[in-house]
């Protein structure tokens, strides 16, 4: 009677986790959409108060547009943080240079953080060139780390120091900090969702995410830190060193390679957002370029014949329609059919890895990020 009674309690221990398994699936799933459901709204937003022009000096006006521009850009950070979170675990493994995807990363930190009396001095160990990893996911890791050591160093002045070794076939980073420390009671909790003990800025999400994605590298992160003196947080991975020489073999599909140029360009626009399509048309004008064609879906696309696709440049094209049956995808091969030089794919999902596969069997130059980071739409597409 016991023996049974011990399976029977088995068995509703492994039902039970078979449920909250399931359960935690579905909210992340539902996270992910929520969240990349109001990030282009957002985006729109943040649009819209930057660009917003007040006449004279009404102080009261100035500040709530300032609160309010800080508002919109919290919640739009949570948006992508949770997005980031619920993939944290798909990597997607290519060749990349060391190098590369540090300094990159280091560009990002000082684009965002404030505190420009802070060094950042990095140094990679003579002959590591290349390694396996997942060159997004890693660079979003040393941005949430490098970041978060910026802001630890409270004076005018202080040094954030990146050491980039190799241990047998692996790799091993840390980053180090000469900022105020991390408290012990603190230190068992950051790498929990959710806490944070910057309320103002941080979702909580940020150390959770590298150590999601450090672990789906096979890895670990650790932490050591002293208050009033500094912290330094330690990844190893493992056997992911490349020993031949790349020069970055990353294919065009990760945001952090993605910029876009338009200038001079003819460019054709198809997003079912009216609010996207208009942010996309008023980019395009401010660098100098055309919009040859504004649609809604791809089946507008097709159905128009005032189209010359001699003369479209570029073709930027949102993945999902709602309504309509062809998605992105579809269009993107409709497109390059025309001749299209070169047609961009842009989606809230850029690194979902079926999307990816998908959109390069149909001829995608690049699957880019939605909304595009403004600052970021400079380079691409000469």
Not at 26 to 37: N, R, V
Not at 102 to 117: D, H, I
Not at 185 to 201: A, G, V
Not at 221 to 244: A, L, Q, W, Y
Request: glycine share 8%; net charge negative; with cysteine.
């Amino acid at each position: 009677m016991i023996a049974v009674l011990e399976i029977i309690d088995r068995e509703r221990m492994l039902t039970k986790k078979a449920y909250d398994n399931r359960r935690f699936f579905e909210m992340g799933k539902m996270s992910s959409h929520i969240a990349h459901d109001i990030r282009s709204p957002l985006s729109v937003l943040k649009t819209f108060i930057d660009c917003r022009k007040y006449e004279g000096d009404d102080e009261d006006m100035q500040a709530l547009s300032s609160a309010a521009g800080r508002s919109v850009e919290k919640l739009k950070l949570m948006a992508d943080e949770l997005v980031d979170y619920s993939k944290a675990s798909r990597i997607e493994r290519l060749n990349v240079n060391v190098r590369t995807v540090l300094n990159e990363a280091v560009e990002e930190v000082r684009r965002k953080v404030s505190n420009r009396g802070v060094r950042i001095v990095c140094h990679i160990a003579d002959g590591l060139e290349a390694a396996s990893l997942d060159a997004y996911r890693i660079g979003r890791v040393l941005v949430n780390i490098m970041g978060n050591a910026v802001k630890a160093i409270r004076g005018t002045s202080g040094d954030v120091r990146v050491n980039v070794t190799r241990e047998s076939m692996g790799l091993s980073i840390t980053v180090t900090d000469t900022g105020c420390g991390i408290s012990p009671e603190n230190l068992l909790k950051i790498f929990d969702q959710f806490f944070t003990t910057d309320k103002q800025h941080g979702t909580g999400l940020g150390l959770a995410y590298c150590k999601q994605v450090v672990e789906a590298h096979g890895g670990t992160i650790t932490v050591e830190s002293e208050v009033g003196k500094g912290t330094t947080f330690t990844i190893r991975i493992p056997n992911c060193v490349v020993t031949d020489r790349v020069a970055d073999d990353r294919v065009r599909t990760t945001a952090d390679v993605v910029s876009i140029n338009v200038s001079h360009m003819n460019v054709l626009i198809a997003d079912d957002d009216a609010d996207v399509r208009r942010n996309w048309e008023r980019i395009v004008d401010a660098q100098g370029g055309s919009i040859v064609c504004s649609a809604g879906s791809a089946e507008e696309v097709q159905a128009r014949s005032d189209i010359d696709y001699a003369r479209v440049d570029t073709a930027i094209v949102d993945y999902n329609y709602e309504g309509f049956t062809l998605n992105g995808v579809d269009l993107v091969a409709y497109l390059k059919a025309k001749g299209v030089r070169s047609v961009h794919l842009c989606t809230g999902f850029y690194d979902d890895e079926e999307i990816q596969r998908r959109a390069k069997a149909a001829g995608a130059d690049s699957v880019i990020p939605k909304p595009i980071d403004e600052k970021r739409v400079n380079r691409l597409f000469s």
